[in-house]
Nanobody, 126 residues
Framework: QVQLVESGGGLVQAGGSARVSCSASGRTFRTYTVAWFRQISGMEREFVAAIKWNGGTTSYTDSVKGRFTISKDNAENAVVLQMNNLKPEDTAVYYC???????????????????WGQGTQVTVSS
């Protein structure tokens, strides 16, 4: 069992930056792939980005490429999503997900991930 804890987010003006972080309670991410999804009320969870801890392979949804960066924080055993040039349409609850066996072709479907955090709100005002 992996318990994921998210932190960060909040209220940001359009064009600004925000950072959300995901850590694993009592376990390292060493053998995991970790992803960020986001969800607007009434909609399905949308893939944002993912990183394979071992090797650092990353993937992003097209709408965030060039603005968001997912990275590992080895010292903190955390995965960070740095979000720059935020837009109002980035407003959502951001969820961290982790899985030790997921293959890359399955990353974008939220149903394929085993473990989830509780979510953290990011609100971008126009």
């Amino acid at each position: 069992q992996v318990q994921l804890v998210e932190s960060g987010g909040g209220l940001v003006q359009a064009g600004g930056s925000a950072r959300v972080s995901c850590s694993a309670s009592g376990r390292t991410f060493r053998t995991y792939t970790v992803a960020w999804f986001r969800q607007i009320s009434g909609m399905e969870r949308e893939f944002v980005a993912a990183i394979k801890w071992n090797g650092g392979t990353t993937s992003y949804t097209d709408s965030v490429k060039g603005r968001f960066t997912i990275s590992k924080d080895n010292a903190e055993n955390a995965v960070v999503l740095q979000m720059n040039n935020l837009k109002p349409e980035d407003t959502a609850v951001y969820y961290c997900a982790a899985d030790s066996r997921i293959i890359r072709s399955s990353w974008t479907n939220f149903k394929n991930w085993d473990y989830w955090g509780q979510g953290t709100q990011v609100t971008v005002s126009s």
